[in-house]
């Protein structure tokens, strides 16, 4: 099947409009909790996705995985959290709240992984959508071998859908990935015999020649969908791999499907990457969406 993402007017990107906020409509907004990095700049990780999704109008939590030291030009440090930090996070909120959707994202150490697939095995927290953050966008490796190891072998199998970007599916798949058709199998080698949907980004583009950028979904019953979408250039962005993963997120928060999910925040973040061809630059390197 394929699908062109961007269609409608410019109010379709959002399924959930912001309503205003009185204290009965905040108890209504589903609860969605980002498990990953903390971007203290705000481009990417954890304060991408409240903002995030704050903007489907649901409820944002946070657990943070590390701390980084970057910017829009790079990251100049880490300073991992502990499995028992990371536990210490999370039980007191899903002790009080009721989680509707989970997302993952940087998840640096083998320890931290495993307490994380521990966490969703133990508790009543729903699939995770996991984005297997590995590369920052100016280079930096955000895990470690033995983390990827136990990302592969521990988290992967328990999540509702996986969201690598092209050169993630390369390192999860094991192969070069140049042809369309290539994104197909590896999202099947990806998925494995699991249950989850595998979603291939495709903002790393296959073809350059072409003003498209493609998006492979293999959904949890094993059949393809195809997103494409014009490709916006508007230089190196930053961030939008989390952004992309909290929408999806929300969606899911919000009862709809992996796949209507996906469609939706794939229009969100289309609509906000465009808005930054008027928007005032911050900073001076990756474009933050």
């Known amino acids: 099947m394929n699908i062109t993402s961007g269609s409608g007017d410019r109010s ?3 399924t959930c409009k912001i309503n205003g906020g009185s204290l009965k409509d905040m108890e209504r907004r589903p609860v969605v909790l980002t498990i990953a990095g903390l971007d203290p700049s705000g481009g990417a990780g954890v304060v991408a996705d409240i903002k995030t999704i704050t903007a489907f109008d649901c409820f944002p939590a946070a657990a943070i995985t590390s701390i980084t030291y970057q910017n829009t030009t790079g990251v100049f440090g880490t300073e991992h959290q502990s499995a028992k930090g990371l536990r210490a996070q999370v039980e007191p909120i899903v002790s009080d709240l009721k989680v509707a959707a989970v997302k993952t994202g940087m998840l640096p150490t083998a320890e931290i992984v495993s307490e994380v697939a521990r966490l969703f095995t133990e508790t009543n927290l729903p699939a995770p959508v996991v984005d297997p953050v590995m590369v920052s966008t100016s280079g930096h490796d955000l895990i470690g071998d033995e983390a990827f190891k136990v990302l592969k072998s521990q988290l992967l199998p328990l999540a509702r859908i996986i969201t690598p970007n092209i050169p993630e599916a390369e390192r999860l798949a094991g192969f070069q990935i140049k042809t369309e058709e290539e994104v197909r199998h590896a999202a099947k080698v990806i998925k494995g015999a699991s249950t989850s949907a595998v979603l ?6 296959l073809n350059t020649v072409t003003d498209e950028a493609v998006d492979v979904l293999l959904t949890e019953a094993g059949e393809f969908v195809v997103l494409r979408e014009e ?8 961030g939008s791999g989390c952004t992309l993963s909290a929408a999806i997120a929300s969606g899911l928060a919000l009862g709809k499907s992996v796949e209507e999910a996906v469609l939706d925040a794939k229009r969100y973040i289309t609509h906000r990457i465009r808005t930054l061809r008027k928007s005032e630059r911050v900073g001076h390197g990756a474009i933050p969406i």
């Not at 250039?233 to 930053?238: F, L, Q, R």
Request: no cysteine; proline share 0%; glycine share 18%.
């Open 12 to 14: 379709a990107f959002l």
């Open 200 to 205: 291939i980004k495709g903002g790393h583009r």
């Open 231 to 238: 490709f916006v250039y508007v230089g190196e962005v930053h």
